[in-house]
């Protein structure tokens, strides 16, 4: 394959006086400018990015789409590339603790001035378009990679793929992880009509890349109507583990003695494989080294992924947030020995499968705590705790307003070689993070 190499023309910020200096300001601002929150569409964000020239980018692109696992295959990569000598930029979302974290260049989140800067050129750029807060992010990520350079930008296609603002972009290799039901409400009730609105960041010739064991048929048909060549897991690639390493190998290559990247989490081995096939084909452009390879699996960490936070009650935080998810949060339960009883701290948002999230969560719980997210999206604890009392009688079932109620109650309640798995939501989670920190 061949990529891209164009000159970089840097936009000048100006000298316009900004309408927000500050980051909390022109955040509060997005959240009330567009009618709805999410709204499916490129025209929109398409018109802009053409006004600010951003469609036609200097950097080459990777999109990475899927229902699991984007986050934890993107920051994978990003280590890999960057360990490897390359100017990274990777946009991800939603965040845990700050905005920033949305947008990182070589691995550092972009200061609060910059990203007011480039929502200042977005405004005066769109003119009388209205953007939704999702797609000013976008526009951001896009506008900050050009004025830093980078060689490579790393996308997460946020919803779907099809009519995610990310796909104003074409990709020159794409990766979908894993496929399962969620966001029904835009993207369909089956894997079928899942799958083919993740294909929808597939171009014509450009490769692409599933780490999903058992993609929906609609994926394949999708790559081959339109003309791009896709690598299957299971057909082009695979991998075999040991509860101490693993190993990768696809037709023209073979990987050994790999570490696991997280311990516990056979899905981070999934997500893996995924990400060296996609190194596989950018080889002659992006060669990568196996010594950098196996250090970026070595010291793969990311915050809310089965993290773990020691201590007489040991705390596991994990952003899992649909039925996939939690299966594999459950597996990965069932791996930690715990001599005590395990307190599930739950919130989560509406649209979720909160009833199948619970059930899935049932075989590990002995008692729940259930949060109220101090979200617009957010369900309410008593409505959590009335489904799980539905399903199971037997079971300890609390509800609180706050997560710091949720877990001093806890403290006080538990008893050493207890734990407390908190999950749910990125907000869930973070909300605890916060609290902890």
């Given at each position: ?91 991800t979302s939603p ?151 693993w190993t990768w ?158 877990l001093d109650k ?28």
């Amino acid at each position: 394959m061949s990529f891209k190499k164009k000159s970089i023309q840097k936009i000048n910020p100006g000298k316009n006086r900004l309408k927000f200096r500050s980051l909390e300001k022109w955040l509060k601002w997005q959240e009330s400018l567009h009618f709805t929150a999410v709204e499916l569409g490129l025209e929109r964000c398409r018109r802009v990015a053409n006004n600010m020239g951003l469609l036609n980018p200097p950097y080459d692109v990777i999109s990475v789409a899927g229902t699991n696992g984007k986050g934890s295959s993107i920051t994978l990569l990003d280590s890999i590339l960057r360990n490897s000598g390359y100017k990274i930029g990777r946009y991800t979302s939603p965040h845990l603790l700050r905005y920033n974290e949305r947008i990182c260049v070589n691995g550092k989140e972009v200061e609060d001035a910059e990203l007011c800067e480039s929502f200042d050129r977005i405004d005066r750029a769109r003119g009388d378009i209205s953007l939704t807060y999702f797609e000013f992010g976008t526009l951001a990520a896009l506008d900050l990679f050009r004025q830093h350079e980078v060689q490579l930008a790393i996308l997460e296609v946020g919803l779907g793929g099809r009519l995610d603002a990310v796909n104003i972009l074409d990709a020159d290799i794409s990766l979908i992880t894993s496929i399962d039901i969620d966001h029904q409400e835009w993207l369909g009730n089956d894997r079928d009509s899942i799958g083919r609105e993740k294909a929808g960041i597939f171009r014509n010739l450009a490769p692409a890349i599933c780490s999903d064991p058992n993609p929906p048929k609609s994926l394949i048909d999708c790559s081959k109507a339109l003309g791009t060549p896709i690598s299957l897991l299971g057909r082009d690639y695979q991998f075999d583990y040991s509860d101490n390493s693993w190993t990768w190998r696809s037709k023209d290559m073979c990987l050994e003695d790999l570490p696991r990247p997280m311990k516990y989490s056979d899905f981070q081995i999934q997500n893996a494989s995924g990400v060296l096939m996609v190194l596989a084909n950018i080889q002659d452009e992006y060669p990568v080294s196996i010594e950098n390879i196996k250090y970026a699996l070595d010291s793969f960490r990311l915050s809310g992924r089965f993290q773990i936070i020691p201590g007489d009650i040991p705390k596991i935080l994990d952003v899992a947030h649909n039925r996939e998810s939690i299966k594999a949060l459950v597996k990965n339960l069932k791996m930690v020995s715990c001599q005590g009883k395990t307190h599930i701290i739950l919130g989560m948002l509406k649209g979720k499968e909160h009833r199948q999230v619970i059930k899935e969560l049932e075989v590990v719980a002995d008692s729940w705590h259930f949060v109220s997210i101090p979200h617009e999206r957010g369900i309410e604890a008593k409505i959590l705790a009335s489904e799980s009392r539905t399903l199971n009688e037997t079971k300890d079932v609390s509800e609180y307003s706050s997560m710091k109620e949720a877990l001093d109650k806890i403290r006080k309640l538990s008893m050493p070689d207890d734990r407390i798995v908190i999950t749910g939501s990125f907000y869930t989670v973070g909300a605890a993070i916060q609290y902890l920190n």
